[in-house]
Structure formats: C-alpha cells, structure tokens
C-alpha cells in the first residue's frame, strides 16, 4: 500500500538534545511538507520541499531543520534552539505544486514531549 | 488576518442528524481551492472534500457537502446523517494560487462530538 510513514510516534526529547523526526513516502510525490500542530489550534508549516535537494522556510522554521536527499524521505530535527518544542508533527506530501487542487496526503504523525 | 477562520471551537449532533461547520476566508487571489481534513483521535489527516475558487456547483462527496458562498468568502462543511465515527476534529484549508509554496493554510479545528 503506498502512503507516508512517520516513525516513530512518539518521542521524547532531554534539555539540550537535538532529535529527528522520520518521514518517508512511497507515493512517488514531489513535495512534502512538515506541519506542527499545538492543542487547540491547526496546522502551522515549519519546512517544505518541491524537489530533492531543495528546501524551503514555512512560517514556524526557528528552530528547525530539515534535508531532502532522496525523493522518498523528508526527515526533521528538531534543534535545541527549539525552546518549545512539545508538539504533534505532521508530514504530508503531495503530487504536484501547480495546481490549487491539489490535495495533501498526511502520515499519522509523531507526537513530541520534553523530558 | 486570519486566512482561515473556523468559529466553532466544539460541536454537539445528535446521530443521524445533519450538522453544519463552518468556515469562513480571506484571500485576495482569485484563484483558490478550499479543502475539508478530519482527524480522529488517532491523529491522521484524512482528506473529505475539495472545491475550487471556479467551481459553480457545491462539492459533495457521499454525506459530505461544501456549502460554498464565494461572495461571503465562506466553505461550510455539511454532514449529513451524523454517524458515531464522525466525532473527530475537522479543519478547513485554503491553498492559494499566488502562493508559490502551495502550502495548505489551515484554521484552527472544530471538534466535533456525535451522540447517540
């Protein structure tokens, strides 16, 4: 079955600590994105990328980073500049970029806690 | 501004019944598709229903509709006959022509709680 597969799903994170959020994609899809969402409030994008080796700031990138060496996998670290990090991470992808109809597939997520 | 406003924070439908969530926009391009996503407890996106900026008719898809008021800027989602496994979070988005990254611009949820 293709989709997206974030691993793992849950993780914890010590003072100090940077840590890396996994996500891969079978779908054969160009861009993915990384989303974080807070209790209570939607989706904020952190990073996204159009095509391998390309990367791009979202609104919420301060503490973040990101690499896209392969078209299939998109991972995240979370950096100890990251002073909250505490959050449900979100990958999706999706086919192509030019077009408004064009909908997002998501993983299930990772949800990250501070130790 | 707000891109994405989603006025209901938590909802209460009986079983069986149709229920209303709304949503409302803001956006200057003329060019948009505005998407519904629900998210069950176990946290997945899960797409329901799309409608473009262009589109004349509303979308639906099966007990799904978008009821789309162009000229009031507003997406509401329409669920009809409400079943148990609808109680979930659901989010409106807009992603917008004249935005290069094509990101998905989220509201912030309404959750929504199906009684039997």
């Known amino acids: 079955d293709g989709g997206i597969t974030q691993s793992p799903k849950y993780l914890f994170r010590k003072e100090g600590q940077n840590v890396t959020l996994s996500c891969e994609q079978n779908?054969?899809?160009?861009?993915m994105y990384w989303y974080r969402q807070d209790p209570g409030q939607g989706l904020r994008l952190i990073y996204y990328?159009?095509?391998?080796?390309?990367?791009q700031k979202g609104d919420i990138a301060e503490g973040y980073s990101v690499s896209r060496e392969k078209k299939e996998s998109f991972p995240l670290t979370v950096t100890s500049a990251q002073k909250n990090p505490t959050a449900f991470y979100l990958c999706a992808s999706s086919i192509v970029t030019d077009s408004t109809n064009e909908k997002l597939f998501f993983g299930s997520g990772t949800q990250l806690s501070v130790l | 501004a707000q891109k994405i406003t989603q006025t209901q924070p938590g909802m209460f439908v009986q079983e069986k019944e149709a229920v209303t969530l709304d949503c409302t926009y803001d956006t200057s391009d003329q060019s948009y598709g505005l998407f519904w996503y629900k998210q069950p407890s176990s946290g997945e996106m899960i797409f329901l229903i799309y409608?473009?900026?262009?589109?004349?008719q509303n979308a639906t898809e099966g007990r799904y509709s978008l009821n789309f008021q162009k000229a009031r800027k507003s997406a509401n989602l329409v669920i009809s006959a409400s079943q148990l496994g609808d109680s979930a979070m659901y989010f409106c988005?807009?992603?917008?022509?004249?935005?290069?990254?094509?990101?998905?611009?989220f509201g912030s949820g309404t959750r929504l709680l199906v009684r039997p």
């Open positions: 990328s159009q095509i391998v080796n390309d990367f």
């Open positions: 988005a807009m992603r917008e022509d004249q935005d290069s990254s094509y990101k998905l611009i």
């Open positions: 409608q473009g900026s262009y589109d004349e």
């Open positions: 779908l054969n899809h160009d861009a």
